[in-house]
């Protein structure tokens, strides 16, 4: 469960990333002005061109929507998380994920489809990128977990597995095991990767460069997980996935790399030794 100092490292990490993104908007546009005939953002196959201010300022009322939430749970809040509380938390997530797209097409005008790359598929290419980032994925990213606990388990003792993993592990209802597989295979893909990837990745790109919002979305992604012991997994997880993006230009991509890995994920949680 969240503790004191996990979510005081955590929101400390969100102001940091916060900060240093201000003042990267700053820089990028000095920079622009200084030279003006570099195309700083249009690198890539990710179009990020169609996103404006308007978006720009959505994004940051999210953030400081998500500093501010953040708090330790009440003693009656603790505890392994239940059905109820998977089900509120997987509609939350797809009301974000509806709402946002509403607003792309209703408020601003775009198309999603476009907009992420989703109109012109290649699917033999789009396979063969999947099955090359999925393994380069799995191995990097577990070998960063591995080495990220041995080294906190100095510093952070009483480091847990994530909430939902360990109900995961620990409960008998058959009903709550379909549910974190549904959330974490169908639901989470789909909603993180339009939010993160999609959006957050998109209007940062717009406003500064490939690398940074690549960097700096992967941060946010990883400190909304409420986990420390998964920032650097989960960060160098998201930038793969920014990587592969931007390679076919598709969200599909992602989407399906999120699924994957999630899905490898559980199957560990139900056939290896919990320990």
Not at 227 to 243: R, Y
Request: charged share 10%; aromatic share 10%; net charge negative.
């Amino acid at each position: 469960m969240l503790d004191v100092p996990t979510v005081g490292v955590l929101r400390d990490l969100s102001v940091f990333v916060s900060i240093a993104t201000v003042l990267a908007l700053v820089g990028y546009r000095m920079m622009r002005q200084w030279r003006p005939e570099v195309s700083w953002n249009q690198e890539g196959q990710v179009l990020s061109r169609s996103y404006a201010a308007p978006d720009l300022l959505l994004l940051a009322g999210l953030g400081l929507f998500f500093i501010m939430a953040m708090e330790v749970p009440s003693s009656g809040e603790a505890g392994a998380a239940k059905e109820g509380t998977l089900v509120v938390s997987m509609s939350f997530n797809l009301i974000v994920c509806a709402g946002l797209l509403v607003y792309l097409h209703r408020l601003r005008g775009l198309n999603p489809a476009e907009l992420f790359g989703l109109q012109h598929m290649h699917w033999r290419s789009l396979g063969l990128v999947v099955l090359m980032f999925a393994v380069i994925t799995l191995i990097s990213v577990n070998l960063v977990s591995a080495a990220t606990v041995n080294w906190l388990k100095d510093i952070w003792p009483e480091l847990e597995p994530q909430e939902t993993v360990k109900a995961f592990q620990e409960s008998g209802s058959i009903t709550f095991k379909i549910l974190v597989i549904i959330a974490a295979v169908v639901i989470a893909p789909l909603a993180e990767e339009i939010l993160f990837r999609g959006f957050v990745y998109g209007v940062l790109k717009r406003y500064t460069d490939a690398p940074f919002a690549a960097l700096s979305s992967s941060l946010m992604f990883a400190v909304i997980h409420m986990h420390v012991g998964s920032l650097l997994p989960l960060w160098m997880l998201a930038v793969l996935f920014c990587l592969a993006y931007e390679i076919t230009g598709c969200l599909l991509v992602p989407m399906l790399l999120h699924a994957i890995f999630n899905a490898m994920s559980i199957l560990g949680m139900l056939f290896l030794d919990p320990s």
